[in-house]
């Protein structure tokens, strides 16, 4: 099902290549993660589903603000994915995670559950790299963000962190 989903994903964001790539890096990571952790397979499908559609909003953002904010994507993309993935079948009880995902990814304190979790981190290991990163370093990043043992283990492998 989220082969459909990432192929319409890429019609959202014909001609920004960009935009592609970072979803289906953060898709990678998040079902690597998941994989990992051994987090259960329904939390896993909402995972991988949310970092498909996680910054679906900024499209919707740039349009109505003129910015990529984190916080106008949380407000803007909810509905997005949610029309999205109606119209691709997915599950209700699925739909109403992802939006709830869609509309916290940016928000990094109150993490309410391991699929918030590692969808942020996966959004972190990838945001560092293409120089998204809210905080000053690298190592500050790490030390706010991270609390998977895998996620952990791939941030200090990527960027050098020690602990």
């Keep these: 099902m989220n082969n459909k989903l990432i192929l319409e994903m890429a019609k959202y964001y014909e001609n920004q290549p960009e935009r592609i790539q970072h979803y289906i890096k ?9 994989e990992v952790e051994k987090i259960p397979a329904e939390k896993q499908q909402i995972l991988e ?16 603000y003129g910015d990529l904010s984190g916080k106008h994507q949380e407000e ?25 995902l869609v509309a916290h990814h940016h928000t990094y ?15 972190f290991l990838v945001n560092v790299h293409e120089n998204y990163n809210p905080y000053s370093s690298a190592a500050e990043a790490y030390k706010r963000i991270f609390k998977t043992d895998t996620g952990k283990k791939l941030f200090k492998i990527m960027y050098g962190i020690e602990e």
């Design 26 to 34: 953060v898709f990678s990571y998040a079902k690597m993660i998941g």
């Design 76 to 100: 803007l993309g909810p509905a997005i994915a949610e029309e999205m993935l109606q119209r691709l079948n997915y599950d209700k009880k699925i739909i109403e995670r992802v939006s709830y």
């Design 49 to 64: 589903t949310a970092a498909i559609v996680h910054d679906i909003g900024i499209k919707a953002s740039e349009a109505k």
């Design 109 to 123: 304190n109150n993490i309410d559950d391991v699929d918030h979790q590692i969808l942020v981190e996966a959004d």
